[in-house]
């Protein structure tokens, strides 16, 4: 991919409207675009984020056997009313008529719908257990949107929900879910803490919290320095006594125990296998794609830029090339690196080494080639890692091993 | 992928609400769920045939150097008070204020938000050509939803953006989307053809329609059956006079020349070459990804149920256990393809051989395989090409050898 055909434009200026790092990197980064407060659109460079953490939930929900759907953002006011959260969720709701004078919302979250689904089609045990998600567009009116897509009114979410006939089974399905999300989070290069957690308007019997610890964090939790544990209003550790820290964190998933209160309310009954007819007993499985986004940059940056894990990062390494002489040797460089199925972002713009390294630093793949003076006069290719800031020089050969290696292509 | 495992659920009537074949037999195949009049949820049937037919877009599109983004479906109705189309389309426009009185909408299109990005960014003739795409939801409320997916409030759209300098450009950019769509639209088994058209409420000075023959068509055009070709509003072929023959289409896929309507009104400008400010020359580019859905099953069906294009289907070849005994040899023969990076859908269910026999036709894999009496006697497969109603008779080895044939793996 050469940049001056990319739809990169990075920002000379720290935007005026960021309210936190990952928010002033992701726009001055032409990630993102702000369409009005609370409202993001995803540039070429976000898309290729979102895609690469989607594609990693995809393949974890997809290893426990959950299958993906897409339900719609636009639903009628009844399903609301069945379970009465048109009530409990009336004020982050974007609620509106059509044409025809038909109460419509738009989906805060899926319970509801998906629900009605089940009820459809599952009506014997013999159908059950299923577990179903989506990557999918929510919508919510916020008090207070902040901090770009960490609280937006329109963000993605990967929401699964899981049907079984009883207790045991909606406890497998949810440590299933629970395993999953840790390889997720781990994979999209996140530390993460696990929680137990209130079940607030989701109702249900029992839930956890995901949280990566950051400064913008939105959760407070006490963590105890000495056992390593976290605790929500606890003033000492109830095993080694010591006082507790507050620590600030972003919530990134939640799984909940929903037990019955959706299918009872809705009537996704089954017969059970003597005949008896019974409510589903239910799990709900929320990850903010958005979000985690926004928690790997704040996570992973510099006073330079960004720091993309390898798992999500939008080019796998950026390939500076210094000077005009040699920039048909550099593209071609590029070009036998994407071959190999790398990821290449190709700087053979006419500007000078500064830009471009800023530019590179910004961007933050997790490489940076460089081919300048070294390759002029010796034919040596340099490379440096963005965390470590490590510097090694290589021949094009061991350049492309190198890389290859690095992402196991 | 076991069938009793999948969320397959036939129906076994007619669905009472269908309008047409499309309509019927995707409800009835539970590819889609009606979750209100013109409001629809993509089962995982239908999300595998969505994903497919994205995909093919995505190839097509990124070959001619387009780049992906994803807009927001809540936009300011500031943007539109810019181009004056919150007038023009008022009536389809999804409209609400949010908790702070601000006047939102939900995106029927995204001609302004893609203005409002561009314009941000682009500020030179430098930084031109460009082709922007998102494949995303959009919301219309719609007088008369009908037709399944074919007219619904809420469908997925891909929505093309070209910025050039000059018409010289335009005019390259209009032919590669043009050439792009007819390699989309004949990967997905579709038989179209292209029409001149009107540019109605896009306001531009040329466009081009992509439309499918089929009698729930909304739109009519008049056919010269000598010549072949389509005209709008004529009676006699100018070509060689002879008298019109009125055919009904699906409109799947539209091209347009913009010109400067967008740019101008929004103050999307470049810096020519003479530093002089310009408006960008525009151009869209939109094809309704769900429409497209329908259209192939409109076309592609028989008395027993759908026939999918083998670039489309959700499964390549259903696999029908005939008996139990056989039951883990036809779960290891379906393994064993899948490994070859086929998709099977194993009918492994206790049901009756009329019942797996009627929903693989329903389903509508280009092939079905069959482990029965011939397996159990003589260690043969068979299997049956769904359009040609074709049989075939197999070894082990020869059956896999043909799918991998038929599909390139």
Known sequence: MLYSKSFIFTLREDPKTAECISHKLLLKGSYLFMVSSGIYS????????????????????????????????????????????????????????????RNLCLGPTHEEEITEIVRKYVSS???????LYQIQTKFRDEIRPRFGVVRSCEFIMKDAYSFDIDENGLNENYNKMFSAYKDIFKECGLEFITTEADSGAMGGSASHEFMVPAEIGEDILCECEKCGKHFKETENCPHCATKLKEKRMIEIGHVFKLGTKYSAAQEALYLDNSGKRKP???????????????????????????????S??????????????IKSEAISLGEKLEKTGLKILIDERSEGAGVKFNDAYLIGSPYMVIMG???????????????????????????????KEAYNK
Chains 1, 2 share one sequence.
């Not at 989607?54 to 953002?73: F, V, Y």
């Not at 045990?125 to 577990?131: G, H, S």
């Not at 999500?312 to 002489?325: H, S």
């Not at 070294?374 to 290589?394: P, W």
Request: with cysteine.
């Open 373 to 403: 003076k070294n390759y002029v006069s010796y034919g040596k290719i340099d490379l440096e890692e963005r965390k470590t800031k490590e510097k090694k020089s290589f021949s094009e050969q061991e350049l492309i091993s190198f890389l």
């Open 125 to 131: 045990y013999k159908q059950l257990p299923r577990i």
């Open 280 to 310: 589903t007993i239910m799990g709900c499985y929320g990850i903010g794609v958005s979000r985690v986004l926004a928690a790997i940059v704040e996570t992973n940056y510099d006073e330079k830029g960004i720091i993309w894990p390898k």
């Open 312 to 325: 999500v990062t939008p080019f796998d390494a950026t390939l500076v090339c210094l000077d005009e002489k």
């Open 42 to 101: 995803y540039l070429p460079l976000g898309f290729r984020v979102l895609e690469n953490v989607s594609n990693i939930i995809r393949k974890h929900m997809n290893s426990k056997g959950a299958e993906e759907l897409l339900m719609s953002a636009l639903q009628p006011i009844e399903i609301w009313q069945k379970t009465g959260r048109h009530e409990v969720l009336k004020d982050v709701m974007f609620k509106f008529k059509d044409r025809k004078n």
